[in-house]
Every structure is written in structure tokens, then in C-alpha cells.
């Protein structure tokens, strides 16, 4: 084959789809969003910033109320050249002019040149009208100088004196000198719609490009009239606006109107300042968003940005200061206006950090706010209000949906018009339950349950601590478990279990579900895991007593618990990893599975997809007993749907002989501060079919049943397909395999392929469980700048072929 024919098979074979998907390292990430959402019922214009980006094509945002389209790339940012700043002061001078002619009734026509300006643009053009000297070059023709490509450029000449200002800070100095992020660098221009009647709320926007679909970044819709800063603000909210010629009459910055919602970035060194009027009395609750935007940093100690807020009267004095709220890090302040006046608002970091990444949204209002509720849940089916206590609050109830079919975990707010508060978590469960009773500090005053039973109570006073006696017998699997900090609880729980004599058979403080750095909690955003947990056997028939204090011996209303008390049954939860998947039509993607077991279950899972389209297949679709984390994959239709699909997956087990299910929460496997990683949720798992020109030919295993490798022996596996010269040029290879398995002897038959797996008898038990996810390759030699074909092989991933999977036997 002539090597021009061979270069463009590769070349059709990078960019269409094989039968097995599609595989790459370059998939395209968002590291922030600014600003991170807009009031309902406006049209704003953000800014996506990550890595691999080009190429965008569209934008899904989920949930109703939300559109959004693409308005442009933008290549990552260079350091600015000297013609370019030349360029860009000039036009920067010639809008700052017209403002200035504006602010004094004069025409925005450019003044008349001087006499010297007229004399020296004579003698430029007189110079330009002589012959060049033979060999000297036209010095003439230079190369054309454009403005960088910056979203802050946009609509320059509409900008106003603080507008242009902003511009300067931002793009000179200090900022363009900075070493350019990777990982922020690129932006999308994007251009979001919200309908006046949206749900005000956390959404998830994701971009799609030619080679993947992005993580999904919270966008969040508000009720509030936002507002966006303008550097320079580091030491005043409104300095003097720079390089005004003496005499230049401008108008004063008005200070904020509230209610206001602030949007801005934190650089490194940066203190950003707001100025907002304020009323005597009023009940000001001034709240950050800031990690609630993006959970965690890779590549920052303590693993996001950590906001302070500070307010300061007209004189610089400072009225109040916060740098969390409880064990959340977004701070929240609240303050009671003394005065009517002038006030300003201070956002930083906390340890003087930034970058584009520390975005943060801050709303000043008078917004009720909930600091504590009771109880923190309820019973399936059962009518549950919530009595509750906080600022601005008209109302002292909020009733709970603990409708069937939910999330055992489920949020609500107080919601009258235009009165909306923040959100509060809550539990809802099926056991039966009772409220804590007083007094009940000690063995003697214990208050007495049955078995099952959830208790909501309250450790009410410093030093407090509630003991519950039950009824035990010999061998019995007690567990008793604490709902306090996930349902935004201060309490720091400390649970015991100890027997009618006082010896201690088990205790617990803070319960941590990991595997090596992963921390697989529930919530997947707690990192003062505060919440105790203990499963223990009884040794004999008797008397038993559950004990609850508070570690740290706080305590007060606002401490309030859900405690769980069962005899062990054993439970799970599931989440799957990533919660964005792009595969081309009729191809493969892996997704892994996370098993979050509980009480002592141990069991097989079986996942299937509920109610998915047609088409979509998972394969190797169960949880062996024993593993808390397999890999399967989901095989997508050969036509391609016109917009990217929500899919929903769900776990069954059978426990105690009846069938338990559990939907599988979307997730992302994400890390914190260079180490450690968490599961944090996502509300949606979207995939997005790219469609392909050529039809692919379909793949499948010749059995459904599990291979069985022999100890120390190995298995065939036959692979059925289309046979065709891509067979004869594929390698295959393992991907993230378990210890001791390798894959050897790839043949190709006339219905497909066959290859054998081994299994190392040293690494591998009898027993030994999970499924094998094959990567394909194929192997070329790029052509060089001579024509010729290198001598060095350069391979590319065609995909991988639905999990396989496997069983350890003796």
C-alpha cells in the first residue's frame, strides 16, 4: 500500500470511532466557572476556564430553566509583547476619552492635533514617499498588531471608567506576569439564559467538544440582583480611578443597593472590597459561596479556597469577621446594622492564595437564614414538620417530604415568594422512632428502646450526655450510628456501647469510610468527619447501654442528632465514577462502581440500568461478595440520540432474603490538596453519543458466564466480531488489572478474536472474583518531514471491548 493511502487510514482511524470506542488522555476538564451563576430571568455572559477545550461544540446544562450556548474559544493567554500593550493602552486611553468627553458635555470627537503632531506626521509621510536603498529591508511593512483575544475586550468601546480600570489591573500588572496554569488557561465564552420562573439552585453545566464531554461545575441560579467587582479594590471598594488628567470632573461611585449577590475571583495576594448602603436595624446575613462552587483543589493546601469575610463601617473599623461557618469553610456573617451609612465588605483568602479558580459568589441581604432545626428527619410516609430558628426568620416551622421513593438524605428551605432561606439537610429512613427524653445522663436514668429504633435528640448543654438502655442477647450484631454532621449538626459525636456492669465493648468517635486516600462518605463533601459509628457482638443475654456525648463537651439547641440502634442486617450504598461518559456510537466506555458498604453486608451486587433508552448495555454488571470496587462497562446504541442522555443505575442485593435496592448515585473521583480523593456527587450521569460516519461492526463475548482462570493456569476468552485487516494490526493490553492477571496469545479467528488470561499462583486466591477491562491498540509509523516513515512505532487507543468477567478456581 502506498504510504500516503496507509498515513490516511490512520488518520480516518484517530478520528472515527472502531467497534470498541474511543479512548483518550486528553479529555477535556472545566476548572471554574465565573461567574458562577446569574439571578433568574437574565441573559449573562460567562466564562468556562480548563484544558482542552478547543473544539467546543455545545453546552448541557441539567435541570429545567437553564439554556446555554457557545460563544466562543479562546486560546490561553500569552504574555502580553510590547506592541500589544502599546495597542491596547491606546484604545484603552481612546474609550477612557470619550467617557471623560461625555462626563463633561463636550462632543466625542477626538480633539484637534497639536501643531507638532501635524509636523511630525509630515515628516512620517514625506520619509514613507522616498525609494528604499537596494537590500535594505521595506521597514514599512510590519506585521499587524491585534488586541489579545480576552473576554474582557469585548464591547471595549461601551466600557465605562471603572470598566476600563478593571481592565488594566487584569491584564497588566501584576497578573500577566504570572506562569500561565495549564489547567485554567483556556476559556469558552458562554452565553446563559435563565427563565424569569427557574428554580433558584445548584445546576451542573458540562461542555462538549470533539474528543469528550467535561466535568460537571455548579452553576448556580439566584433570586438576588448581582453584581460583578472591579479591580483595582484591594484597599477601597472605589479608589480614585488612575491616570485621569488633572481636572477631569467624574462622577462618584455610587455605593451597592441591597440586596445584592457578588461575583468575583481572589488572585494570589488579592483582597477584593464592596461598598453597599445599609439601614439602621436591618438583619444583615451575608453569605459566601465559594467551596460550595468547586469542592475541592488539586494542587492547593487545604485543598480549596478558604474565604474570610470582613465588614467595616464608613471609618475603617472593623464590625465583624468570619472565616467559616461551624465546620463548613464558606464563611457567614451576621450583623445587625447600628447605623445607617456607608459599609464595606472585605473577601480574601485566608492565607493570601489565588488564581481564576477562586471564584466566589457572596450574598448581602436580609434572605432568612436557618441556623438549626428539629428534628432532623423522619419516618417514610410520616407527617414531619421541622421546628426551626435562625435570622429573618417570619416563620418558626418547616414541614419535611418524606414522601417514598426518595434520597435517604433529602434538603429543603423555607420558601415564601420572595422570602427564601439556604438550604438544610435531613434524614429520612424506614425504622421506627421516638424522641430523646431528659433525664437521661447517666445508667440509672437511662431512657429505655426497642430494637429497631431511630432517637432524635439533642445533646442541649455542655457536658451533656444521653444513654438509651436495650435488651440483648448472645450473638446478636448491635449497631448504633450517628446522624449529626452530615445534617449539618455541630455536634461532634462520641458513642459507647457498654454492658450492665460499665465495661466498654466498643466505642467510636469520628467513623472514616476509605479505601487507601479514598474517602468514600456518603456525602462525599464532609471533611471533619464528625459522625461516630460501632458494630459489635454481644457476648451474652443481659443489658446493654448506648452511650452519646459530644467529643469536644459542647453543647446547645442548635446540637442536634438522628442515632440509629439495630440489630445488624447490613445495608449499602453505590456510587458510580465518572459522571460524565463520551463514547462514539455503537462503542464501549468503562465506569467503575463504588460499593459503600454497611452494618456487616458483605454480599453480591447486581447494577442495572432503570428505564434506559435502548441500545445502552451494561456488561459485567455485578459486585462480587467481598468487593467494594468493580469496573464494568456500558455499551451505547449504534445510532447516535440528538442530545446527550441521563442514565440511571440501580443496585440490588438480596439481604436477610429479601431484595434490597439502591439507586447508584453519579459521582466523581476527585482530589484534594495533592493526596487525598473524594466521591463527590453529581446529579446527573450523562453520556454523550458521538455519532460516527461508518456504521461499526458490534462486539461481544461468546459467553455471558464468568471466565474461570485456574490458579497458576490460564483461560481462553474468544471475542466475536467482524474479521477485517484492523484485526490482524490490534494489540491488546490490560487495563488497570488486578495483581497477578496478564493477558498473552492474541489470535485472530475467522468469527473474531481469542486470547488467554493467566493467573499468577502467588498473587491470585481461589475464589478471587472481579471483571478485566481490554484496551485495543493500534500501531503505525508516522511519516517524517523527508517523506520517509520514522523507525520508532507510535501507537493509538481504538477503545475497549466489553468487561470480562473472571473467576479465580482451584
Known sequence: ??????????????????????????????????????????????????????????????????????????????????????????????????????????????????????????????????????????????????????????????????????????????????????????????????????????????????????????????????????????????????????????????????????????????????????????????EAQARSLIPYLADAVPGWFQATLALYDAWGKEMAFADDYRFNPDPVLFYKIPATGEYELEIRDSIYRGREDFVYRIAVSEQPYITQAFPLGGKVGGKTVASVTGWNMPKTEVPLDTQPGGDSIRYTAYDKGDKLSNSIAYAVDTLPECSETESNDTTEDAQPIDLPKIINGRIDRPGDVDVFRLKGRAGDKVVAEVQGRRLSSPLDSLLRLTDASGNVLEWNDDHVLKDSHLHKDVMGLVTHHADSYLLAELPQNGTYYVHLADAQNHGGQAYGYRLRVAVAKGDFALRVTPSSLFVPAGGVVPLSIHA?????????????????????????????????????????????????????????????????????????????????????????????????????????????????????????????????????EMRL????????????????????????????????????????????FREYRPKQKDGTLAKQKRRYSMGFLPAIPIQVVQ
Request: aromatic share 4%; net charge positive; with cysteine.
Open 733 to 776: 493490553q490490560l487495563n488497570e488489572p488486578p495483581e497477578g492477571v496478564t493477558l498473552h496469545d492474541v489470535t485472530v479467528m475467522p468469527d473474531g478474536l481469542a486470547f488467554k488470561l493467566k493467573a499468577d499462583k502467588d498473587a491470585m486466591e481461589s475464589g478471587f472474583a472481579d471483571n478485566l477491562i481490554v484496551e485495543a
Open 596 to 728: 459503600l458498604r454497611k452494618d456487616g453486608f458483605d454480599g453480591e451486587i447486581e447494577v442495572v440500568l432503570k428505564d434506559a433508552p435502548a441500545g445502552f448495555e451494561l456488561k459485567g454488571a455485578k459486585i462480587p461478595a467481598g468487593r467494594d470496587r468493580v469496573r464494568m462497562t456500558l455499551t451505547v446504541p449504534a445510532k447516535a440520540p440528538d442530545q446527550p442522555v441521563a442514565l440511571q443505575l440501580e443496585g440490588r442485593a438480596r439481604i436477610g432474603g429479601q431484595t434490597v435496592s439502591h439507586p447508584a448515585g453519579p459521582a466523581d473521583n476527585v482530589m484534594q490538596a495533592f493526596l487525598y480523593r473524594h466521591l463527590v456527587p453529581a446529579q446527573e450521569l450523562v453520556v454523550s453519543v458521538q455519532k460516527v460516519r461508518w456504521r461499526v461492526p458490534a462486539v461481544e463475548l461468546a459467553s455471558d458466564s464468568p471466565v474461570r482462570i485456574p490458579a497458576g493456569g490460564t483461560a481462553q476468552v474468544r471475542i466475536k466480531t467482524r474479521r477485517g485487516k484492523t484485526l490482524q
Open 1 to 286: 500500500m502506498p504510504v500516503s493511502k496507509r498515513l490516511m487510514l490512520v488518520a480516518i482511524s484517530l478520528c472515527v470511532a472502531t467497534a470498541w470506542g474511543q479512548s483518550s488522555t486528553r479529555e477535556p476538564h472545566i476548572g471554574y466557572l465565573y461567574p458562577g451563576g446569574a439571578q433568574a430571568g437574565c441573559v449573562v455572559q460567562i466564562t468556562a476556564g480548563g484544558q482542552y477545550l478547543n473544539g467546543v461544540t455545545d453546552v448541557y446544562v441539567c435541570g429545567e430553566g437553564v439554556q446555554a450556548k457557545v460563544i466562543k474559544y479562546i486560546r490561553p493567554l500569552r504574555n502580553l509583547q510590547k506592541p500589544q500593550r502599546q495597542l491596547l493602552q491606546k484604545r484603552l486611553k481612546e474609550v477612557r476619552d470619550v467617557r471623560l468627553a461625555e462626563f463633561s458635555g463636550e462632543s466625542r470627537r477626538p480633539p484637534a492635533p497639536t501643531k507638532k503632531v501635524v509636523a511630525r506626521k509630515a515628516v512620517a509621510k514625506k520619509a514613507a514617499a522616498k525609494p528604499k536603498e537596494s537590500g535594505k529591508k521595506d521597514e514599512t511593512k510590519k506585521e499587524e498588531v491585534k488586541l489579545p483575544d480576552h473576554p474582557l475586550l469585548f464591547d471595549m468601546e461601551d466600557k465605562s471608567l471603572r470598566e476600563l480600570a478593571h481592565i488594566s489591573s487584569v491584564l497588566f500588572f501584576p497578573r500577566s506576569k504570572l506562569q500561565t496554569n495549564r489547567q485554567l488557561a483556556e476559556m469558552v465564552v458562554i452565553e446563559v439564559t435563565v427563565d424569569p420562573d427557574a428554580a433558584p439552585g445548584n445546576r451542573e453545566l458540562r461542555l462538549q467538544t470533539k474528543t469528550g464531554l467535561t466535568n460537571p461545575v455548579v452553576f448556580q441560579v439566584g433570586t438576588l440582583p448581582e453584581a460583578r467587582e472591579l479591580e483595582p479594590n484591594n484597599q477601597k471598594a472605589y479608589p480614585a480611578v488612575p491616570n485621569l488628567p488633572k481636572g477631569a470632573r467624574v462622577p462618584k461611585d455610587k455605593p451597592l443597593d441591597l440586596p445584592v449577590l457578588l461575583n468575583g475571583q481572589i488572585m494570589p495576594g488579592d483582597v477584593d472590597r464592596f461598598r453597599f448602603r445599609a439601614r439602621k436595624g436591618q438583619q444583615l446575613v451575608i
